[in-house]
């Protein structure tokens, strides 16, 4: 009986502690969003990679994320956006805004709450779907006017991507210069990617294209360096950081079942996501978590060649699809990303180890 007994004490010993044990919180927390990235878009990039040189078989754990919104099955990137920086379901094309007109708080809320830094960095207009979800309160996603304003009234530390017309007044119905507001708030306004990189000062905002970034490879090398740009900065505050980094245009290429179009965009998310994990690995302290806010494209990849880095492309249609999108963690609290989840629980999630 004693056999058995030790044993199972021993056991139940290491169950308690393990459970009672509090996890290390990160001190920064890294959100990667690509747009419209799927599975097959995800294995397609591994593929390109000749495998093991993909940055995405770097990270530990894995897991899937259901993307439905309030009130569609397929989601669009507003309210899948929102579903990552709230932890709350809403109907399509409304940002952070419930049916009953609540504006809701987002993780980067908390985190500046917290004194951490915070801001994002994207290759489409700053005012898109995903970027708007850090700081936009709005019913409908195309309420750029509005927009401008509650960008240039928050509190991120650094805003990178592309869209300046639409802060001129000229281009706008209200007449307002949300630039000015941001110069007020001390902000410095740079209209390059060698502008921002160069930049020493606390508050930046890259407004680097008149309106969409172009895409790859007609860009360059802008997501890699602009986000490790952000990172630098943000990572200056003692208290730590929350970020979102996206590859926009993941989703664009599927949206045009454009192969070559979409290759380049995943090598150039590719570029960044080793430059990201690589400073993460050296800080030790920082969550990383990627997934995609809805699928696009019904993309399959019915043949390709794994030596020379081949993939077979075929869409299904042009518009998004309901399908589950991966999810791949590192860092502290890392493990708590795998498996089924919703996509609200990612925020939720972040929330609990950051105890916001």
């Given at each position: 009986?004693?056999?058995?007994?030790?044993?199972?004490?021993?056991a139940?010993v290491?169950?308690f502690?393990?459970?009672?044990?509090?996890?290390?919180?990160?001190?920064?927390?890294?959100?990667i969003?690509?747009?419209?990235?799927g599975?097959?878009?995800?294995?397609?990039?591994?593929?390109?990679?000749?495998?093991?040189?993909?940055?995405?078989?770097?990270?530990?754990?894995?897991?899937?994320?259901?993307?439905?919104?309030?009130?569609?099955?397929?989601?669009?990137?507003?309210?899948?956006?929102?579903?990552?920086?709230?932890?709350?379901?809403?109907?399509n094309y409304?940002?952070?805004?419930?049916?009953?007109?609540?504006?809701?708080?987002t993780?980067f809320d908390?985190?500046?709450?917290?004194?951490?830094?915070?801001?994002?960095?994207?290759v489409?207009?700053?005012?898109?779907?995903?970027?708007?979800?850090?700081?936009?309160?709005?019913?409908?996603?195309?309420?750029?006017?509005?927009?401008?304003?509650?960008?240039?009234?928050?509190?991120?530390?650094?805003?990178?991507?592309?869209?300046?017309?639409?802060?001129?007044?000229?281009?706008?119905?209200?007449g307002?210069?949300?630039?000015?507001?941001?110069?007020?708030?001390?902000?410095?306004?740079?209209?390059?990617?060698?502008s921002?990189?160069?930049?020493?000062g606390?508050r930046?905002?890259?407004?680097?294209?008149?309106?969409?970034?172009?895409?790859?490879?007609?860009r360059g090398?802008?997501?890699r360096?602009?986000?490790?740009?952000?990172?630098?900065?943000l990572?200056?505050?003692?208290?730590?950081?929350?970020?979102?980094?996206?590859?926009?245009?993941?989703?664009?290429?599927?949206?045009?079942?454009?192969?070559?179009?979409?290759?380049?965009?995943?090598?150039?998310?590719?570029?960044?996501l080793?430059?990201?994990?690589?400073?993460?690995?050296?800080?030790?302290?920082?969550?990383?978590?990627?997934?995609?806010?809805?699928?696009?494209g019904?993309?399959?990849?019915?043949d390709?060649?794994?030596?020379?880095?081949?993939?077979?492309?075929?869409?299904?249609?042009g518009?998004?699809?309901?399908?589950?999108?991966?999810?791949?963690?590192?860092?502290?609290?890392?493990?708590?990303?795998?498996?089924?989840?919703?996509?609200?629980?990612?925020?939720?999630k972040?929330r609990?180890?950051?105890?916001?």
């Open positions: 009986m004693r056999r058995l007994v030790v044993p199972l004490l021993a139940f290491l169950l502690t393990g459970c009672c044990a509090k996890q290390q919180a990160p001190e920064n927390v890294i959100l969003v690509g747009d419209g990235m599975v097959a878009q995800v294995y397609a990039s591994v593929v390109a990679e000749k495998g093991d040189n993909s940055a995405f078989l770097r990270f530990p754990y894995t897991g899937f994320s259901r993307t439905y919104s309030l009130n569609k099955y397929r989601t669009d990137s507003s309210a899948g956006g929102t579903a990552l920086t709230t932890g709350r379901k809403v109907e409304h940002v952070n805004w419930a049916p009953d007109s609540t504006r809701h708080r993780i908390d985190a500046i709450a917290a004194g951490k830094s915070t801001g994002f960095v994207v489409s207009d700053a005012m898109d779907a995903t970027p708007a979800s850090t700081y936009g309160h709005v019913p409908y996603r195309k309420m750029y006017d509005t927009l401008t304003v509650q960008l240039a009234q928050s509190q991120h530390s650094v805003m990178i991507g592309g869209g300046y017309k639409y802060f001129l007044p000229e281009n706008r119905k209200d307002l210069s949300p630039l000015d507001t941001l110069a007020k708030r001390g902000y410095t306004v740079v209209r390059s990617l060698d921002a990189l160069a930049f020493t606390d930046l905002v890259g407004l680097i294209y008149e309106g969409d970034p172009p895409s790859e490879p007609d090398d802008v997501l360096p602009a986000s490790m740009k952000a990172i630098e900065m990572s200056r505050n003692p208290k730590g950081f929350t970020m979102m980094i996206e590859g926009s245009q993941i989703d664009w290429a599927c949206h045009n079942n454009d192969s070559a179009y979409l290759r380049a965009e995943l090598a150039d998310f590719e570029r960044m080793h430059a990201v994990l690589d400073w993460a690995e050296k800080d030790g302290n920082t969550l990383i978590v990627v997934t995609a806010d809805h699928e696009t019904g993309l399959s990849l019915p390709g060649d794994i030596e020379e880095g081949i993939n077979n492309f075929r869409f299904l249609w518009s998004h699809t309901g399908c589950m999108v991966p999810v791949f963690a590192y860092g502290p609290g890392a493990e708590r990303f795998s498996g089924i989840q919703q996509n609200t629980d990612i925020p939720r972040i609990e180890l950051m105890g916001w």
